[in-house]
């Protein structure tokens, strides 16, 4: 268990790339952090980094108060699970997890004893015996998450441990690696693409691009109030819509006019945009599917139905005004009936609306939210 | 609506494939059969010339007598082999091929894995630098590796050391199968290991090698056989002294002019004598062989 520091690190490739822009994170003991970000956002390079397989160019990496930037991954103790699991193909699945132990040169009892329980956790004892190959993705996942368990490391790393596995196994291990968690009691850091993960697993989120931290934040605060239009767009499925719109100020309320409709801010969005002075003008409106309604014909925002997807539980409406902006409508199916749901084809007109207080406000030019600091 | 075949054209028609399947087969293998034959022959002439007793009308002269079978059969000629500098020369074989499997083995594997798996300064243009290199013919260095060697004392009689020098001397520049190999092998397994606890000489032997076995024997056999077949060199350097020479050379020495007609039946026994350990090893590792050989090209 330990604390892990990262004070203005970079990455910089022999070719003058710079990859991370001076990377800063305090992550307190067992606390579980999530990088995440699209590809090539520098989220592995930086774990990476901290695992020791990456030289780091500047700044410096510090676990439980000990700079660790020249000390070997070995050194460093660490346990990391890899994207594509890393199992040594000739060794079995007990001699994979041993492996490391061997190298403490452990007495073989002992880590017979580590091992079986390690297995006993993950469920692979029947498979101790057996080469990776004769094992399924989501057996191979367990051993090598069982190799990294048996170090009882400081850190666990992990990076996109789940994105080789189908998204039936995938919701499964997302699970199991709650529960393990709650099991090891470790500092964890887990590097993903997946904002689901990101969101279900983290106790704080690192949101990445470009090599800059875009947010940190807990999941809830990251959803609920994106420091930018980035973020906004990246956390949450379907995406959050952005429409460009005028907020306009009259009697001390704050209006948007989206489409010529005009909506009032209620609400704390309301009460912050008073309370901060934020001036009209332009402004990017956010706006979540989830938060839009279907409205009476005739009233809301007119539009029409371009695609319909049809997810179970409810239904993503793929919708554009008369001015061809694109906007998703998530509704949930129950609350359709079934003539609505049957006439919902290509082109048919739906009108739709959102509540003030669901909105969030982004500068155009900055693409900061104007309500975060 | 397609048609529905006749059930009788289409049993003749799969008939008719299974036929003409099994006439190409039959072609291929006869064939096959022919151009093995073909190639066993020297092999086979050489084995019975070895075990043939009789001499040319009762005289000395043991060749160019018109018939391949022996009359009379027996191993007199192997016999015979152990009171000639045969043993001598087949011990210097022994002793510079297996000095050079090993030496150059780990410097070849060595090399492959540094290369492979260590970026630094200079490497893509070392590689160019060597390729280039590789594509010269050695014996070009022929004339003043002997003049260094003789100058190091290292021909002749003690043309053995020397010539281990020479085999082993551009061992690193046979890196370009093993590297591709290794290549082939999940980087991510050697940063598992140095997470696990691993120095870079273990992910070498622990990890790299094990996974690596095609190759490692494919690089032994090709360090074994290079030095064990080699006249060229070893003529220069042992330079007519008979306690430097390899079997080639000795062997070779016996087909002058002069020697032939004597020593021709002992020079097919000493062939079967040096074609023995190296087709023992192929039979054993030839699985192996043939992994390491289209390993690097194919291996996902």
């Not at chain 1, 998450?145 to 048996?150: F, S």
Request: glycine residues 8%; contains cysteine; positive net charge.
């Amino acid at each position: 268990m330990a604390s892990v520091k990262l004070t203005k690190v970079k990455k910089i490739y022999d070719n003058k790339v710079e990859v991370v822009h001076g990377f800063d994170l305090d992550i307190k003991d067992k606390e579980f952090v999530v990088f995440v970000g699209p590809s090539g956002c520098g989220k592995s390079t930086t774990l990476r980094m901290i695992a020791g397989l990456e030289e780091i160019s500047a700044g410096t990496v510090e676990i439980d108060g000990v700079v660790v930037n020249d000390m070997q991954p070995k050194d460093r103790n660490i346990a990391m699970v890899f994207q594509n699991y890393a199992l040594y193909p000739h060794m079995t699945v007990y001699d994979n997890i041993a492996f490391s132990l061997r190298l403490q040169k452990m007495p073989e009892d002992q880590i017979y004893e580590k091992v079986t329980n390690a297995a006993e956790i993950l469920g692979i004892t029947e498979y101790l015996m057996r080469k990776p190959r004769a094992l399924s993705g989501g057996q191979r996942q367990r051993v090598a998450i069982g190799r990294a368990m048996v170090r009882e490391s400081k850190v666990f790393l992990m990076d996109e441990p789940l994105s080789n596995l189908d998204a039936k196994l995938r919701n499964q291990m997302r699970a199991e690696i709650i529960l393990l968690r709650k099991k090891l009691d470790t500092t964890f850091i887990y590097v993903t693409h997946d904002q689901t993960e990101a969101m279900t697993l983290a106790d704080r989120i690192v949101i990445m691009k470009d090599g800059y931290i875009m947010q940190v934040g807990t999941p809830a605060e990251c959803f609920d109030m994106p420091a930018n239009l980035f973020v906004a767009e990246f956390i949450g499925a379907p995406k959050m819509n952005i429409i460009k719109t005028k907020l306009v100020k009259e009697n001390g309320k704050y209006y948007v006019t989206p489409f010529g409709a005009k909506i009032e801010v209620t609400g704390e969005k309301g009460a912050e945009l008073a309370k901060r002075g934020v001036e009209p003008g332009e402004v990017l409106l956010g706006v979540r599917p989830e938060h839009i309604t279907l409205a009476k014909p005739g009233e809301g925002i007119a539009t029409r139905l371009e695609v319909n997807e049809m997810m179970g539980s409810e239904l993503h409406l793929h919708v554009y005004t008369e001015d061809e902006t694109r906007l998703i409508v998530r509704v949930p199916t129950i609350s359709l009936t079934k003539e609505q749901r049957e006439g919902m084809t290509y082109g048919a007109p739906l009108n739709i609306t959102f509540e003030g207080k669901v909105m969030h406000f982004f500068d155009p030019e900055t693409e900061k939210n104007l309500l975060c600091d | 609506m397609s048609k529905n075949k006749d059930p009788q054209a289409v049993m003749k028609q799969h008939m008719g494939l299974k036929a003409s399947q099994r006439i190409s087969n039959t072609i291929i293998y006869v064939v096959l059969v022919i151009i093995s034959i073909v190639w066993l022959i020297p092999f086979v002439c050489i084995v019975l010339q070895s075990l043939r007793v009789e001499k040319l009308n009762g005289a000395m002269v043991t060749w160019r007598v018109g018939y391949i079978f022996p009359k009379k059969w027996g191993l007199d000629n192997y016999i015979a082999l152990f009171k000639t500098d045969f043993p001598r020369w087949y011990l210097n074989t022994f002793i510079i091929a297996v000095f050079v499997c090993i030496i150059q083995t780990v410097i070849i594997l060595c090399m492959s894995y540094t290369l492979s798996r260590f970026r630094f300064k200079m490497r893509t243009k070392l590689m160019r630098f060597m390729l280039i290199l590789g594509l010269f013919p050695g014996m070009l260095a022929m004339l003043i590796l002997y003049r260094v060697l003789a100058d190091l004392g290292l021909t002749e009689e003690h043309a053995v050391p020397g010539l281990i020098l020479v085999y082993v001397a551009s061992s690193g520049m046979g890196y370009y199968v093993s590297k591709g190999f290794f290549d082939t092998i999940p980087k991510s397994l050697d940063e598992a290991a140095r997470v696990d606890g691993a120095t870079r000489a273990q992910v070498l032997f622990k990890i790299i090698l094990p996974l690596a076995k095609p190759i490692v024997i494919y690089t032994v056999l090709t360090a074994f056989m290079a030095p064990w077949g080699d006249y060229v060199f070893a003529s220069y350097i042992a330079h007519a002294n008979s306690l430097g020479m390899n079997v080639a050379v000795g062997l070779n020495y016996w087909l002058s002019k002069d020697q032939i007609a004597a020593h021709y039946t002992m020079f097919c026994a000493g062939g079967v004598m040096v074609a023995i350990p190296v087709s023992i090893l192929f039979m054993c590792l030839q699985k192996y062989y043939v992994e390491g050989v289209t390993g690097g090209a194919v291996k996902g």
